[in-house]
């Protein structure tokens, strides 16, 4: 079954670190980027962070630089997503999506992070 799992989320105090993955089953992620979305309560859902596909190319939210980053695995199956000094304002759960133009969207279910002492 094709599907995108994310995992790795948890309590956490804040300013201290959590690392996502954003894993596919069915298919390798290394035809498509991948973007870190998140939602807070009652808010919106915003963009964390992307990879592109080939390049490689990282872009990252104002609001996480320099705190998270976001990488591959070399089995092409996984993304990560490690985030460091996290404050309470990065709680919310967090969503991994892939895309690629001509491609079908795949979009994970979704891994709650909280950050409280």
């Known amino acids: 079954q094709v599907r995108l799992v994310e995992s790795g989320g948890g309590l956490v105090q804040p300013g201290g670190s959590l690392r996502l993955s954003c894993t596919a089953y069915g298919f390798t992620l290394d035809d498509y980027g991948v973007s870190w979305y998140r939602q807070a309560p009652g808010k919106g859902r915003e963009l964390v962070a992307n990879?592109?596909?080939?390049?490689?190319?990282?872009n990252y939210a104002d609001f996480v630089k320099g705190r998270f980053t976001i990488s591959r695995d070399n089995a092409r199956t996984t993304v990560y997503l490690q985030m460091d000094r996290l404050e309470p304002e990065d709680a919310g759960v967090y969503y991994c999506k892939a895309g690629q133009m001509g491609r079908p969207i795949y979009w994970g279910q979704g891994t709650q992070v909280t950050v409280s002492s």
């Open positions: 990879i592109g596909s080939n390049s490689g190319r990282t």
